[in-house]
């Protein structure tokens, strides 16, 4: 079964029933990656801060 090696609460039954929220998007595999660019920055930036400074 597929499960994260970094937070083992995201496993397969997690991926295919939790509900969406801020912190989880489904998308169809059928969309090419260049069309999802805008919603991943999203929710990247989702907690106020922006891409420039993740590090910070």
Same mark, same amino acid.
Request: charged share 30%; proline share 0%; net charge positive.
């Given at each position: 079964? !597929?499960? +994260? &090696?970094?937070?083992? $609460?995201?496993?397969?039954?997690? !991926? %295919?029933?939790? &509900?969406? +929220?801020? &912190? !989880? $998007? %489904? &998308?169809? =595999? @059928?969309?090419?990656? @260049?069309?999802? =660019? /805008?919603?991943? =920055?999203?929710?990247? /930036? =989702? $907690?106020? %801060? /922006? #891409? #420039?400074?993740? /590090? @910070?």
């Amino acid at each position: 079964m !597929l499960q +994260s &090696k970094i937070n083992s $609460d995201v496993n397969e039954q997690f !991926l %295919r029933f939790a &509900k969406e +929220s801020q &912190k !989880l $998007d %489904r &998308k169809s =595999a @059928k969309v090419e990656i @260049k069309h999802i =660019a /805008n919603h991943i =920055a999203g929710f990247a /930036n =989702a $907690d106020g %801060r /922006n #891409s #420039s400074n993740w /590090n @910070k």
